[in-house]
């Protein structure tokens, strides 16, 4: 009971950077229809800064400084590239930004080298015990950070008036722009958002139990995909919700490893993968992936 | 009426692709007017709108040659958000409310073009005045009111961005004659308050009797245009947009035709 509930415990929280990675996701496909396989690029990006600035300037500074870096990496993909790119399909620009993907994490992961890099977070390995149940300090505070951002992300979308622009931008691009909505710079917007919040999520997976950033980081990034993908592309909603079933699914697939051993070796890294494909066979959209509420 | 004061398009061509859609379009919408255009199906009345709107890319479509000017600038070569800073706002066909949004939602999203706090709260009152229903359902999503409702909320959220100049593509497509009659009641009360009006509409008696000037298009050319009052009165029109047979443009009078009319011919 007690590894249940440690394991619960971890799930949510690792399932909380995920749907911060999610949401980051779903964001750029809400304002631009790109699905956006750039996005580990982007997490490794910010990683990146964090634990090649704090030697220099302290962790809260460098942290700020990974933040708006990643959301500049978003942003300059977004202008250079993706509203650059002379192609009418949607399909044809998620193929480039694997091209950009393979880019940025082949330079990133070449400048990283064999290196495990420290993010020189404060939290340590300390471990905080609530009642028999023991859980690591940094878990907590990934969940305490993904959930204020989160939150704060919900909010901003439902009532300030850059929500508005992006959700009636998602709904219909050519109605938005004769509203002289700017559309450039709602998925200008979009791809810096997805930026912070993928460094946000960087930090958290690097530190303690994980070692720090290192090449396979990346593959953390990409458990995102199947999050998105099985919460619904286009909704909010499934990203969190996806997040959350991806991370707890992993962790208890890996804490009971040795009781599943018949699925195989290696099965919590498989799982994400999975559920998504059980759940697309089940209902295409995804989870939460919306359809027309129109009468007309 | 100075030319150069209200909405002017001159010898405006279109292409979609290989496919020309307008050609040698010229008309003006002086200022306080209503200037209507009629036209049957794909006569282009919807190219010209985006093509003023500067909404054409969307369909992968684009201004060959002519251009367009509001109030002496140029519309023409600009960006759809710049059209509407600079006072022209269309009201699209089929309405396109956003229909996941809350009505109070899609009025907010019609201000967005306007940096103007003052001014967008002025024009909200304004337009509630204009369609009280929907403050009643200001919390509802758009996707589930009446398409008479929808048309008041696709007319209101244009007129959060307090236009000068209101383009409206078939606002009474698809509406029972009742609520026909009352958008057309709102378009004149929107005139009368100085907003300049081009209405394309297939409803050609509703449509000629707003406007002071009509022009008919037929595929893609102006071939008809005058003021609204002649055109209502000359016998191709009424023949072929207000579905008047020619013995009544001969002059018989109505009455003492027999309603079976199969029978005793
Ligand atoms: N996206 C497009 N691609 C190619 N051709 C188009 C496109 N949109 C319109 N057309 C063509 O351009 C012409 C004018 O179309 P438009 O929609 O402007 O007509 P309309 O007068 O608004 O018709 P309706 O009354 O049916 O709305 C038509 O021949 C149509 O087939
Ligand atoms: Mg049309």
Redesign the interface.
Known sequence: MITFLELLANGISIGALYSLIALGFVVIFKATEVVNFAHASLLLAGGFVVAKLHPLIGFWPALAAGIAGAAAVGALIEFVIIRRANV?SHSVLAIVTIGVDIVLVTELTRQIGTDVLALGDPWGDQVVHLGPVAIAQTRIMALLAAGILIGSFLLAFKHT?WG??M??TA????????????LGRVSLGAWAVAGALAAVAALFLCVFPTPGLDRSTTFAAIKAFPAAILGGLDSTTGALVGGLVVGITEAMMSGYQNQLSFLGRGIGDAAPFLIMTIVLLIRPAGLFG?R????? | MNATDGLAVRDLAVNYGPVRALRGVSLEVPRGDVVAVLGGNGAGKSTLLRAISATLRFQRGGISAGEITFGGARLSGTAAAAVVAKGVVQVPEGRRVFARMTVEENLRAGALGVRDRRGTAKARDRVLALFPVLAERAGQRAGLLSGGEQQMLAIGRALMARPKALLLDEPTLGLAPMMATRIAETIREINAQGTSVLLVEQNAALALALASRAYVLEVGEVVLSGPAAELAASDEVRRRYLGITADEVTGRPAVTRPSLSRWSA
Request: charged share 30%; glycine share 8%; net charge negative.
């Open positions: 009418t008036g508005v622009a959700r009636a709904e219909d691009h050519e109605t938005a722009a004769l509203m002289g909505i700017r919306t027309e509420l129109s009468r007309v």
